[in-house]
């Protein structure tokens, strides 16, 4: 197995149910089990869950056009991006709902700053099997990422595209602001 990491921003319920359960790739079933969840725990009011149950990009049919992402968990394979390419990890774990939401022409902006300010930035860290062909997909071949790693190369990074649920026991930990392994990345966003 490979140890890899997922960006997100979490409710303090959907950390309970990733360490119990695990995690589960994205659809829509996730997204508006998400929302109602939130709801149900006084994270959002019903007004809000209704506006954006009928807004993400699954309820606009945005995913057809966007949804590079259905059916997929992604993860970091090595820890560098978290202090090379911050920029870029910051987002994941600042906005609650992730992509479904965030990038949906249903969610208006007032509705987006709103969910950046619920939950707490969190990485989650996972054991993958590698010796599965199918549920995993890298933007560079592992093979090549293993040795670029062992040669002590910099700046060596891999995403890893995981098209399976990933089960409770499989989830090593979540780090999350005032822990070490988190607070130990200096530009990753606090709050």
């Not at 699954?58 to 560098?80: I, K, M, P, S």
């Not at 939401?101 to 700053?113: K, N």
């Not at 060596?156 to 399976?164: N, Q, S, T």
Request: glycine content about 8%; overall charge negative.
């Amino acid at each position: 197995s490979i140890r890899a990491y997922h960006c997100t921003r979490l409710l303090e319920h959907e950390e309970h149910d990733i360490r119990r359960d695990g995690l589960s790739p994205l659809s829509r079933e996730l997204i508006d089990r998400r929302i109602r969840a939130a709801c149900d725990h006084d994270a959002i009011a019903p007004a809000e869950r209704d506006r954006l149950l009928s807004g993400h990009m699954f309820a606009t049919e945005e995913h057809h056009t966007r949804g590079r992402r259905l059916g997929n968990t992604c993860f970091a394979a090595t820890l560098e991006p978290f202090d090379t390419h911050f920029r870029g990890i910051n987002p994941l774990l600042s906005n609650w709902g992730g992509e479904a939401l965030y990038y949906s022409a249903g969610v208006a902006e007032d509705e987006r700053v709103r969910l950046s300010r619920i939950g707490t930035p969190s990485i989650v860290v996972a054991s993958l099997p590698i010796k599965q062909p199918e549920p995993m997909k890298t933007f560079f071949a592992l093979p090549v990422y293993f040795t670029a790693t062992w040669l002590g190369l910099s700046d060596v990074g891999c995403d890893l595209i995981y098209r399976a649920p990933v089960p409770g026991p499989d989830v090593l930990g979540i780090w999350q602001p005032g822990e070490p392994e988190y607070d130990g990345f200096a530009q990753l966003v606090r709050e």
